[in-house]
């Protein structure tokens, strides 16, 4: 059994809000540079070129931004968590769409008051410049990618559809960065702004590359998982048990995810992200799943022996963030898998559980938290039916505060459907739970 310690740092700075406050910091300096390099290059040809520069030299910055908060960088995921870094990727997405779109309007506009000419001619004259048709290109692939990004065609496109579009934001990358070493001006001002230049764009390049290439590739060539075993839990449940090499060094903690893919059973671009449903003990790790889709539903035809590709761990759903002695652990359905890992990690404290399914037969693992939780001394709330079916909600605030008197000085994990998610968390808010001792993350693709 894992024994992880569960460090409880009342009153100290929490982990997520030392990552905040440094990429805040990394944000704020390199912004502050940007601007005071934009100021001593001096201005354009004329005063709209001068702000249309201004607009394309923080574009690029947004741009690099964005390789950050998806490099998957083992220090920031987990403690902000892919879920939330995923959020402000999004956000930095659309506002370096409409910074990109203002820059190249202001660029038309101002070479077109430079020869008093139509906006039209210009951009037509425009795009028979290599450099300027690059960025053009550019600009028209972040348009692509936004596009695809808009809720009503995100829901109705197949993640791998979706993702392959997504893609082409790497082809704006390149784009974009040729486009700077033929027309940018500030950062060649003088040596400090082309060191400046090139080194932050060689730390963004090396973030995403080391994240997302170096780091899966050398861990999978280090631990060589395999299956083990395939374990129905039920009808439509089944745990896979995953072996390979020196796992004492995966630096897994339990609630945390991992990226799977098993290539003897699927094509190897098919992933799906399950979460541990066991504490990693450095003897193997452990995926339950619920048969939702053809690559979970699979997953009991997975062949005993055959190489599993394994990305992460990920996730910021740990005890890195406990904060109080006491811990609320509060799971809906499939839910429980984190819930249960944490429960087999959990070493101190006053331990209490909601579990929420529409009946005991549904419940999956549940003999296994029933047994964790009087290990620990805890208590087990095993919440049953549909909601409206009478009474009060189950995770309204007078059903939370009768459950659990001191919810207010507890450390509250939520993990369960969106929609369960959201009335546990309207319920805390509405207890005044403090928000540093709650902590809920969506486990999923980034």
């Not at 960025?135 to 809720?151: C, D, E, H």
């Not at 609630?255 to 098919?270: E, K």
Request: glycine content about 10%.
């Amino acid at each position: 059994m894992a024994t992880a310690s569960n460090t409880v740092r009342t009153g100290a700075v929490l982990p997520v809000d030392a990552a905040r406050w440094a990429m805040w910091a990394f944000v704020i300096v390199n912004v502050v540079i940007v601007e005071a390099l934009f100021i001593s290059a001096g201005s354009g040809k004329n005063g709209v070129l001068t702000v249309a520069k201004f607009f394309g030299l923080h574009a690029a910055l947004l741009l690099l931004f964005q390789l950050l908060l998806v490099a998957r960088l083992p220090w920031l995921d987990g403690r902000i968590g892919m879920d939330r870094l995923t959020v402000w990727h999004r956000w930095v997405g659309f506002s370096l769409l409409w910074t990109v779109l203002t820059h190249a309007t202001l660029v038309v506009l101002g070479y077109a008051t430079l020869d008093d000419t139509s906006m039209g001619k210009t951009f037509v004259a425009l795009s028979g410049v290599p450099a300027s048709l690059l960025g053009m290109l550019a600009a028209a692939v972040l348009v692509v990618i936004a596009t695809i990004s808009t809720r009503p065609l995100r829901r109705r496109l197949p993640y791998e559809v979706w993702h392959g579009l997504h893609l082409l934001l790497y082809v704006a990358l390149g784009l974009s960065f040729v486009h700077q070493l033929q027309e940018t001006t500030t950062f060649t001002s003088s040596a400090f702004a082309t060191a400046y230049w090139w080194m932050l764009w060689l730390f963004a390049f090396g973030a995403l590359l080391t994240g997302r290439v170096v780091m899966p590739v050398w861990r999978n060539a280090y631990h060589r998982f395999r299956v083990a075993a395939v374990v129905p839990e039920s009808d439509n449940v089944v745990s896979v048990y995953v072996t390979g090499r020196h796992l004492d060094k995966l630096p897994a903690r339990a609630g945390q995810f991992c990226i799977w893919r098993f290539p003897g059973h699927h094509h190897w671009w098919l992933a799906n992200p399950f979460s541990l449903s066991a504490a990693p003990g450095g003897q193997g790790l452990r995926l339950t799943a619920k048969a939702v889709g053809s690559g979970s539903a699979g997953l009991r035809h997975v062949p005993v022996g055959s190489r599993a590709f394994v990305e992460g761990p990920y996730g910021a759903f740990t005890s890195l963030h406990r904060s109080r002695p006491g811990v609320l652990l509060i799971a809906g359905g499939v839910g429980i898998t984190p819930v249960r890992a944490m429960l087999e990690e959990q070493s101190a404290g006053d331990v209490v559980v909601l579990y929420r399914v529409r009946s005991e037969a549904e419940a999956v693992l549940l003999d296994e938290v029933r047994h964790l939780v009087a290990l620990r001394g805890g208590r087990l709330h095993l919440l049953t039916g549909r909601t409206g079916e009478g009474g009060a909600p189950p995770f309204g605030a007078g059903s939370l505060h009768q459950l659990v008197p001191d919810i207010t000085e507890r450390d509250v994990y939520v993990c369960g459907p969106p929609a369960m998610t959201g009335a546990v968390l309207s319920g805390l808010r509405e207890l005044q739970v403090p928000a540093r001792q709650v902590h809920a993350e969506r486990f999923g693709l980034a």
